[in-house]
């Protein structure tokens, strides 16, 4: 088959595109990276207070906060905390793995956003269920612009 | 790699619930961004974090580009003795980094 001249364009244009578009996630891909964490088991909304500000100037420096209303004995504990975003390059944020030995499921960090999007937090308890809060962040200047 | 701040309570009480708050110094390069010469900046990051309590692990992360330069992290434990906490950083070349705190429990 001879290629047309419109159907090269179309190609390089495409092709060109595939170069520049940096690899991103995407709900899909978020999606995919919850389900590695879970399992594919249900999740629930609830029981975890996830704190992250709705509107920030600079995506480079969010701080967020995550608590899990759960008594942190040896039966009933949270055992895992993950976070996870839809439109930077990776899916995750981060994973934190708790004991009963924490006394209380909350931890803290900051993270970068590379756009506005709904962040995710999911809490894994001891007896293999998984709840979860999730925030929409509106940033002004993301992350990942400056050199 | 180079310095943490970790603030921890020097005393608690027998059970109580200390926060545990570190910052180590570096710079998570992620891997996406472009430098001036036009190629991708090598991915740089900590991986990995650790806190033992009396050689026992109380707490543990596991952290992707998308955590801040300089990453901070909070978390909790019960003061159950007196004793040390080892705090370890780990990066993506696996190159650990290791600081130590005291707890004084009466």
Known sequence: MTTTRRQFSLLAAGASLALVAPARATPEKMKVAIDAFTGGKPVTEGRV???ISLLVENGNSVPLSVLVDSPMTKDNHVTRIGIFNE????????IFHLTPRSGRAQIATRMRLNDTQFITAIAEMSDGTYFSAKKEVVVTMPACVEE | MARALINIPQKAKRGEIIEIKTLMSHPMETGFRTGLDGQLVPRDIIEKFVCTYNGEVVFS????PAITANPFLSFTTIATES????????DNKGETQVQTASLQVE
Not at chain 1, 87 to 94: F, I, Q, S
Not at chain 2, 61 to 64: D, F, K, M, N, P
């Open chain 2, 61 to 64: 992360a596991h952290l992707y």
């Open chain 1, 87 to 94: 439109k930077n390059p990776l899916p995750d944020v981060a």
């Open chain 1, 49 to 51: 207070k996830f704190e």
């Open chain 2, 83 to 90: 004793g040390t906490l080892v705090f370890s950083w780990t």
